[in-house]
């Protein structure tokens, strides 16, 4: 199924080497993905385009003004609305958002249509946030100066989980977080380099053997550097067992 984004920015032009290098790029040349920038500075009124103003009540920064924003939203959707509507996300980027994981990531690749939102400065109008109606999400606890980077992670993220985006189709199964854990170790050629050997099970051609060694090495690395992953996991296959009985 064929995915639209609609990216309203300040910056189109950030955008074109992601519409046309890599996964997403080979998706937007095979019409599985279509992209379609809108310059939000193409709905401001005045000489210099402004689509910011100074806060109330003061303090650093500027703030993006609701008109631009509400215009450019109605210009691409038809109308504004809260309410939801089948098939299509309407998502602002912003640190206060729903954290961005790949359970999301999934959920979004079942859409027909993806909305986003990218602020720049402080921020938004507070009744951009609320007016709109668009979900807000994050892609982690950090600041970044716009939201078209966030914006390209999140395309990026959902793209390569529609059917016939990735070479092998199964590739995007077997990654980290699918399953409740991180990838297991990959090695390739040669089977040495510099006195590191690739472990002898994954030479040995016996696929039950190196299925349990994945899952181990998996469980493993999972352990070490995201316990919290695995306690995740656990409530999950414990709150399944309750469910059975
Ligand atoms: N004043 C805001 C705050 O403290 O939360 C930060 C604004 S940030 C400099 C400008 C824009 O970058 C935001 O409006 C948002 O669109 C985007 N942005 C920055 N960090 C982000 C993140 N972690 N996730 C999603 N969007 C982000």
């Not at 309203?8 to 992209?35: D, H, N, Q, Y």
């Not at 606890?141 to 989980?161: F, H, K, Q, T």
Request: charged fraction near 30%; proline fraction near 6%.
């Amino acid at each position: 199924m064929a995915v639209r984004f609609d990216i309203i920015t300040i910056f189109p032009g950030m955008f074109s080497s992601v519409v046309s290098e890599s996964i997403v790029g080979r998706a937007v040349k095979s019409g599985l993905v279509e992209i379609n920038r809108v310059d939000l500075r193409d709905f401001t009124e005045d000489k210099h385009r402004s689509v910011d103003d100074r806060p109330y009540g003061g303090g650093p920064g500027m703030v993006f003004k609701p008109e631009p924003v509400f215009d450019a939203v109605e210009n691409v959707l038809g109308e504004v609305g809260s309410s939801a509507e089948p098939g299509i996300r309407k998502i602002i980027l912003t640190p206060q958002g729903r954290r961005l994981d790949q359970p999301l990531m999934r959920e979004l690749s079942g859409e027909s249509r993806i909305v986003l939102l990218c602020g720049h400065y402080e921020g938004f109008d507070h009744r951009i946030v609320e007016g709109l109606g668009f979900e807000e999400v994050s892609i982690g606890d950090y600041v970044l100066s716009g939201g078209e980077l966030p914006a390209m992670v999140l395309i990026d993220g959902v793209v390569r989980l529609l059917p016939g985006a990735l070479g092998h189709p199964e590739s995007s199964e077997q990654e980290s977080f699918e399953n409740g854990v991180l990838d297991f170790p990959q090695y390739t050629r040669p089977p040495e380099y510099r006195g590191m050997k690739v472990p002898e099970v994954l030479l040995s051609g016996n696929h039950a053997e190196i299925e349990q060694w994945r899952h181990e090495r998996a469980l493993e690395r999972t352990r070490a550097s995201r316990g919290d992953l695995l306690e995740k996991l656990e409530l999950q296959e414990t709150g399944q067992e309750l469910d059975n009985t």
